[in-house]
């Protein structure tokens, strides 16, 4: 029999494991015909042998202990010679010129390992040929007529630049045309394909924006190749996108797809491929296992996705190493395989490889989205199509072209925020806010440009400086309000405080302090002092931002030091909602674990139709959860309650 992976079993393990291995081989020495293992007599079939394969000195593997390495001969691999191996699957591949193409291949991998940067997700190894050698032999089969090297340039070109980070292009592209001097052959495309793709995205309400379609073309190509495939980049830059634009396209083409995702760092290791439970020597079944199961099952040859959104870390990626590689299959605890169907394929959406080993990322096809793919204009453009009034879409677009760039370019080099924000976040809350502040009330419909100017510069100073903070040498907000006053002259703010300090009064237009709103504070002498709150402009003003979001449903999340009145702000706007509210709080702390917090989400739902879930009768509800970033931190830095959040 043949192990795999061998030292992936815990040291524990592997100890028992050597007894029985050395009760076998004494056995065989005695030249025994039945033996006793392990309290039991079973026959001996002498020409039995076991071979284990393993890499050594990888995260997540343990080192093999003594008494069962006495019992194995080692026998190390070497690394096999690239060139021949090339050389012989180009001509089977039907390529005539194999020798001087094999030459050009593995010299440009060699390249590619020395002079590109180091990413974690890039791989030019065996399996990485061997895939582009795959891909150029379909090319090769599909045009008969082409020259050699120009099909094997563009299966080389076109199946690598997918995972090319954006600093690296122009190298590779140097390296490609230094070894392929004088040739530039265009993409093999498939219009038909490309137009039902921006389809789907006019349907998604997306924008069918060319490096965004080439993605979603990427992307099926990798998939046609590959069954396991990563979408790799940062928050926000359209790997979800990416996805359900592909999956949409599915649909319009007439077949039926399946999607089924989960997020692997929510639960336990053993929650997601199942475990045997001790105590009662019952297999529970796991979350994955089961979906897997269930999915393997479905009858037609439809595309069914297996989507896994969440950070990778060795222990659940290296247990789907089987999956990913020829093998195609699960393997687990309890002695059931289950096959990945050809129809079938793994999708991880992640946003970088820093755990995983080279194993895992030489498995796996990989796309690489990058941040400037998409940037924040497409996500606007949608945002301003959905809106009902022609008035706002006439001048919002305008505006946010004349804010933004400026805005964003002053928060990446200026200033400090007080936890770090992506770009894409400050633009959603700027739309966030203008949906919560252009109501018919302040700007009615045919109302002037200059009042959209205005309440944009109000929201545009909330969503870029609401996260600036004051630490020991500077403080940011009045830096900010330095440069906001220097750098835009068209909208007139008072002089004197911080912009922060101002709001628009509704009646005039006019920017005003908020001391005006202040309520009058009624000391209530039955109550004790510390739960009464004394209104000022600083708690009027988050509480001004917190009632327009809540009753929006839109969620807050307030930062600070110990001690500032986070808590205490949110206790007074929840005490003052009305009947129709429903609030569930809970507060995390270090020993917080996603089962606590499960409960507390479903505590107060009631099942409605189907498979939804919600606040008894037509109540709204607010889940209130104080101090978010105290649980523990895992050996991979993720917090399972917040990614089940």
């Known amino acids: 029999g043949c192990f795999d992976e061998f030292n992936r079993i815990s040291v524990e393990v592997l100890s028992v494991v050597a007894v029985q291995v050395k009760t076998i081989q004494d056995a065989i020495r005695a030249k025994k015909t039945r033996f006793n293992f392990l309290g039991e007599e079973i026959s001996l079939n002498p020409m039995v042998g076991i071979f284990i394969t393993m890499n050594p000195g990888y995260a997540g593997r343990t080192e093999l202990p003594e008494n069962i390495k006495a019992l194995f001969r080692p026998c190390a691999m070497v690394v ?14 039907g390529f005539l010129d194999a020798k001087l193409l094999a030459r050009k291949f593995i010299t440009l991998y060699t390249l590619n390992r020395d002079l590109l940067s180091k990413q974690d997700h890039y791989d030019w190894g065996l399996r990485a040929i061997k895939s582009v050698l795959v891909v150029a032999g379909s090319l090769k089969r599909a045009d008969p007529d ?14 690598n630049i997918p995972k090319i980070v954006n600093e690296d292009l122009p190298v590779f592209m140097g390296l490609i045309f230094d070894l392929f001097p004088g040739l530039n052959v265009p993409r093999k495309r498939d219009p038909e394909f490309e137009k039902t793709i921006r389809e789907s995205m006019m349907e998604l309400k997306l924008q069918a924006e060319d490096s965004f379609v080439l ?9 046609d190749v590959r069954h396991s495939v990563f979408v790799l980049g940062g928050a926000a830059t359209g790997k979800s996108c990416v996805l359900k634009s592909l999956f949409k396209t599915y649909q319009l083409q007439g077949k039926k797809p399946v999607w089924s995702d989960m997020n692997p760092k929510a639960v336990t290791n053993h929650e997601l491929y199942g475990y045997i439970n001790l105590a009662t020597r019952e297999w529970v079944d796991g979350l994955f296992s089961s979906i897997m ?3 393997a099952n479905l009858p037609n040859d439809n595309p069914k996705w297996l989507v896994m959104d969440g950070d990778i870390d060795t222990m659940w990626i290296e247990s789907l190493n089987t999956v990913m590689d020829d093998n195609k299959v699960l393997t687990l605890a309890s002695n059931e395989r289950i096959a990945l169907k ?3 394929r793994m999708l991880f959406e992640i946003a970088n490889l820093t755990y995983a080993s080279p194993a895992t990322v030489s498995r796996a096809g990989i796309l690489f989205v990058n941040p400037t793919d998409l940037g924040w204009n497409p996500f606007v453009t949608s945002w301003i199509e959905k809106l009902e009034s022609p008035g706002q879409r006439a001048n919002l677009m305008m505006l946010f072209e004349r804010y933004v760039p400026p805005c964003l370019e002053a928060m990446r080099t200026r200033f400090r925020t007080i936890t770090p924000i992506t770009e894409f976040s ?25 009042d959209y100017e205005l309440y944009f510069a109000w929201a545009a100073v909330w969503a870029f400086g609401g996260a600036l903070f004051k630490d020991q040498l500077v403080d940011w907000r009045d830096e900010f309000s330095k440069w906001w006053v220097t750098e835009f002259k068209t909208v007139k703010f008072p002089t004197g405080g911080l912009l922060f300090d101002y709001y628009i009064r509704p009646m005039d237009k006019k920017f005003v302090p908020w001391n005006e709103m202040l309520p009058e504070f009624n000391y209530d002498p039955e109550l004790p002092l510390q739960s009464q709150l004394v209104p000022t402009s600083e708690t009027m003003r988050l509480r001004y931002w917190m009632d327009l979001l809540v009753e929006a449903s839109i969620p807050v999340l307030l930062v600070g030091a110990p001690g500032t009145g986070k808590t205490a702000l949110i206790w007074d706007k929840l005490k003052s909602l009305g009947e129709n509210w429903v609030v569930s709080n809970t507060s995390f702390n270090n020993y917080t674990i996603h089962h606590t917090i499960q409960a507390v989400l479903e505590a107060p739902l009631e099942k409605k139709a189907g498979k939804n879930y919600g606040p008894p009768g037509n109540k709204r509800l607010i889940y209130f959860v104080d101090d978010l970033n105290m ?15």
């Open 80 to 93: 096999p010679d690239y060139g021949q191996i090339c050389e012989i699957m180009l001509v089977s591949e």
């Open 631 to 645: 649980p523990a931190k895992e050996e991979y830095g993720a917090q399972p309650p917040i990614e089940l959040l």
């Open 146 to 159: 082409r020259k050699e090297d120009e099909v094997l340039m563009r299966a080389l070109r076109d199946f």
């Open 293 to 295: 199961r269930d999915v």
């Open 342 to 344: 050809p129809s079938m």
């Open 426 to 450: 400050m633009v959603n809350t700027l739309c966030h806010l203008l949906k919560l502040l252009l109501t018919p009330e302040n700007t009615p419909e045919g109302c002037s440009k200059e």
């Open 215 to 223: 993605k979603v073309v990427q992307l099926q190509e990798l998939l």
